[in-house]
């Protein structure tokens, strides 16, 4: 069962940018589709983006589309998000999730995830 660890949360002014990394624990990680998720206090998780097994192809929610990138590096099991021009309703905990099955926004989809990584974005 693959693990998931996310990092390179923190604290960030508006208009800057953070690059998150999740890693997996195992050499099947380029068997997985990875998403994006986040979750702000007293909403529910949602959908960020995600990218399909190759890296080929990649899916974003319309909040971040412009200005986030998901890309992956099956040789270090890792994948990314590349935020830019950061706002404060971007201040979430933000957590990555595998899927056998495909790259879609559901989260039910998604049967591994990671722990999350703060992002707290200053206005």
């Known amino acids: 069962q693959v693990q998931l660890v996310e990092s390179g949360g923190g604290l960030v002014q508006a208009g800057g940018s953070l690059r998150l990394s999740c890693a997996a624990s195992e050499r099947t990680f380029r068997t997985y589709a990875m998403g994006w998720f986040r979750q702000a206090p007293g909403k529910e998780r949602e959908f960020v983006g995600a990218?399909?097994?190759?890296?080929?192809?990649?899916n974003y929610a319309d909040s971040v589309k412009g200005r986030c990138t998901i890309s992956r590096d099956n040789a270090k099991n890792t994948v990314y998000l590349q935020m830019n021009s950061l706002k404060p309703e971007d201040t979430a905990r933000y957590y990555c999730?595998?899927?056998?099955?495909?790259?879609?926004?559901?989260?039910?989809?998604?049967?591994?995830w990671g722990q999350g990584t703060q992002v707290t974005v200053s206005s």
């Open positions: 999730a595998g899927s056998r099955t495909s790259y879609s926004s559901h989260q039910a989809e998604y049967g591994y």
């Open positions: 990218i399909i097994r190759s890296g080929l192809s990649t």
